[in-house]
């Protein structure tokens, strides 16, 4: 439906008019009057979006470098005012499979993708975006988005909100998801996965002859004030769809190689857009008004020294340390690491079109009109043409801002293609100018809840302290727990025996010993400055709490 707010407009060469204001489907009518006659102009303003894929395609490498990936991103405000729940997008991220073999036909989508974006469940959502995990258990019966966020809300049916296991004692996960610090834009946030020996192999699942792998695909992150392991998908998350299907056994990634050659796009799904035609035919479009970070060249840095790991980077040492050798420092074997080159294809399909609209009728965007892709050996970006493209201020910081008024026009062979115009090409008949995305915050979200009841696993044995409160700048405030780490919620459910879980607890404490927050884990980057994640959520454990301990969040809530 057209917003009540929006104006009723007509082209100037019709004034002065008479407005009924009469609003039919998503139609304005007008009475407009032009000398002796009366004239009855519909302006049709239909609400759509703007989606697609930007693509970033690398050089592939060995298939020898399976063992995890890092990268760094460019985090930013994609739009200037969050729009709504409507909107969706990631930004620049990856998709990792585990290794198929030759043949093999099973339909088994799972995979790591997650990062940074925003989504249509997220509750507490402003400009700056957020990270989550996002792993997929076998066609999407499941997905996992950090502790305790998954497939859902609803407790009764955990669906991947118990497939995160914290390791990081120095970090707070909301079920929202891991907010940046407010007001960044452009600087980078450094993350990847590396495999790492935390668990045993197992013979027997749920109490089935059904084998589970030792690979727990652990989440790194280098930013400016939080460094190193976060937290790692259980190997049950990914083995536990093979329960009821012999055929599927030993093909996810609790047991396989990862697929080192992995596609690297931006995914959008939906930015806000309206649409109309003239009266002479002519269709116009306008989307919310679209953002990326600028330097002073006016060029955007985006994506940063894309690597692929093989097993010599850490996992061999890990392993080593955990069996009794010397201590393994988690520091990255540089002769075990692969930079992916960036190639200088690539392509940008972001469309724009209406609610309804056909796959076949989705007309693409003339991306070329005003952006060219800046590509080195190991950084890619865009540089933007000053005619469509102006730079202005966001939260103190120089971004360029994208065309905003668009026309559809023939490009050959029957197709047709939004190029950008100005906003006084476009006729004010459309009332395309009016057009409001806004959003106004609802008085009440809803709160992120976990069980309460006394026998859930987040009561029994519980946690060993707590409560305390962080208020985080998306607008939130979240209530947490100091559990230890075999007594976390996630490892109960993670098909673990009660010795399983404490030779677990033997060895994250190892880990807590030496690996700290502040030491470089990822290959720092080349290029740039690095993001800081809110600092509200950057904590230390309570005295005596320092080691096998780990904070979890239980509550997040609208600040008062």
């Not at 996992?144 to 049916?157: E, F, H, T, V």
């Not at 109490?207 to 280098?222: I, R, Y």
């Not at 520091?331 to 724009?352: C, M, P, T, Y």
């Not at 971004?399 to 047709?416: D, H, I, Q």
Request: glycine share 8%; charged share 20%.
């Amino acid at each position: 439906m057209v917003p009540s707010n929006e104006r009723d407009v007509v082209s100037q060469r019709y004034l002065p008019a008479i407005c009924l204001g009469r609003l039919v489907r998503l139609g304005i009518f007008c009475l407009v009057l032009t000398g002796s006659r009366e004239v009855i102009a519909q302006i049709d303003i239909q609400r759509g979006e703007m989606a697609g894929y930007l693509h970033a395609p690398t050089e592939k490498v060995a298939e020898s470098y399976d063992a995890g990936f890092s990268m760094y991103v460019a985090a930013w405000p994609l739009l200037k005012s969050y729009p709504g729940s409507r909107f969706q997008s990631g930004l620049f991220g990856t998709w990792m499979f585990a290794k198929k073999d030759e043949g093999f036909t099973e339909k088994i989508y799972s995979d790591i993708e997650g990062g940074l974006g925003w989504w249509r469940d997220t509750r507490f959502a402003t400009e700056t975006p957020k990270f989550i995990m996002g792993g997929v258990a076998r066609n999407f019966v499941e997905w996992a988005n950090g502790p305790g966020a998954g497939k859902g809300r609803d407790w009764s049916k955990p669906q991947g909100k118990y497939a995160v296991i914290q390791l990081s004692p120095n970090v707070l996960w909301p079920p929202d998801g891991l907010s940046m610090q407010q007001g960044t834009c452009g600087e980078l946030v450094g993350y990847g996965y590396l495999a790492l020996p935390l668990a045993d192999e197992k013979k027997v699942t749920s109490g089935k002859e059904v084998p589970t792998g030792n690979q727990c695909w652990t989440l790194f992150l280098n930013t400016k004030n939080l460094k190193g392991p976060v937290a790692f998908f259980a190997p049950y998350f990914w083995s536990k769809p093979t329960l009821d299907d012999p055929k599927v056994v030993g093909m996810f990634l609790d047991s396989r190689p990862a697929d080192p050659n992995r596609a690297l796009q931006m995914e959008t799904q939906h930015i806000p857009s309206a649409q109309a035609t003239d009266s002479k035919g002519v269709t116009y479009a306008r989307v919310a008004p679209t953002l990326f970070p600028s330097n002073n060249q006016r060029e955007s840095l985006l994506v940063h020294q894309v690597t692929s790991y093989n097993r010599s980077a850490l996992w061999d040492s890990v392993s080593a340390w955990l069996a009794g050798g010397n201590v393994a420092t988690g520091e990255i074997d540089q002769n075990s690491l692969v930079v992916h080159k960036f190639r200088q294809q690539g392509a940008a399909g972001w469309k724009i079109y209406s609610d309804g609209t056909t796959k076949e009728e989705k007309d693409g965007v003339k991306w070329n009109a005003f952006a060219t892709r800046s590509v080195s050996d190991t950084t890619f970006g865009y540089k933007w043409n000053s005619q469509w493209v102006k730079e202005e201020q966001q939260a103190g910081q120089t971004v360029v801002r994208l065309p905003e008024y668009f026309k559809l026009v023939n490009a050959g062979e029957k197709a047709m293609e939004w190029t950008p115009v100005s906003a006084a090409e476009v006729p004010a008949e459309t009332g395309l100018a009016e057009v409001d995305f806004g959003w106004k915050r609802p008085a009440e979200i809803e709160p992120y809840e976990t069980p309460q009841e006394a026998d859930s696993s987040w009561k029994k044995p519980g946690p060993a302290a707590g409560p305390f409160k962080a208020v985080v700048g998306d607008g939130s405030t979240v209530t947490y727990y100091w559990y230890r780490f075999a007594d976390q919620p996630s490892m109960l459910n993670a098909d673990l025996t009660d010795e399983e879980r404490e030779k677990m607890q033997r060895r994250i404490e190892m880990l807590h010993r030496s690996w700290t927050k502040e030491r470089e884990y990822l290959p720092p980057p080349a290029v740039g400055e690095l993001a800081s994640v809110d600092p509200a959520l950057v904590v230390s454990p309570p005295k005596g709490l320092e080691i096998g301990y780990v904070p979890i969040v239980t509550f997040q809530e609208k600040s008062n």
